[in-house]
């Protein structure tokens, strides 16, 4: 079996080897770290860091370009650009999305709220006559969408969501949990804010590639390449050093192991 997967990978290198001399991907993300992110104007992140490796190995010229989340998801469907990094795998998007069947890591929904001014929150009908802050064009879980038992307020940027919580402008943000950890250790805003225990969504984010021609070769070598990397010491270190910083990113490695995707 391990020969017959490296033998998959070499060839699906040689038929891809045409496209990647041919061609200069486009990916957008939008800010959201520390998944992905700028600093000082250059590209950071777990899931940059993974995907951008990935590319090297498959010989492939990455443009990366970051703007917000509902304007990458516009792009990517008018076929605008070539790909999209971090996001969920959704009956509807697969019309003009593809994914390669290897995940990126497992993102994990909270809501946040201000210490001074707790909620008692156990589900999702404890939120009635509660204001949400949320992110434009983010998919969180089909029973959070669909509520209507209490406000969202989308707000610009991760940032201004936890700074309108922190100034009584909202009730309740909803992000991922290491997101939001990252981002309250940035604003320092560690001593006011802090997560809830009710999970809103835990989904595997992939990179995505618009349907264009050679794409679904394209989404095949990366996905290969993807699960070989996962095997390697240098994955592993990746993870771990964003993990100093007291994150954690369960069903990166583990996926891997426990399933075929």
Known sequence: ??????????????????????????????????????????????????????????????????MPWKRCLAMIEQGQVDGILGLFKLPAREAFILYPDEPLSQVQFVLFQARARPHSVNTLQDLKGLTVGTSPGYNYSSAFNTARYFR?????????NLGKLALGRVDLVVTDLNAGRYLLRRLNLEQQIEPLPLMIGNEPQY???????????????????LRQFKREPAYAAIVARYAKTHLTFPDTVEQHEDSTR
């Not at 995505?208 to 290969?224: C, I, M, S």
Request: glycine share 6%; net charge neutral.
């Open 1 to 66: 079996m391990p020969k017959f997967i490296t033998l998959l990978g070499i060839l699906l290198l040689v038929c891809l080897s045409p496209l990647a001399q041919a061609e200069r991907l486009r990916i957008v993300s939008d800010d959201w770290a520390p998944y992905i992110y700028q600093e000082n104007g250059q590209p950071k992140g777990l899931h940059f860091e993974v995907a951008n490796e990935v590319f090297k190995r498959l010989n492939i010229d990455v443009d990366w370009v970051f």
């Open 152 to 160: 969202r307020e989308p707000g610009p940027t991760h940032a201004a």
């Open 207 to 225: 990179l995505g590639l618009a349907r264009k021609q050679g794409h679904e070769r394209l989404a095949q070598a990366f996905a290969q390449a």
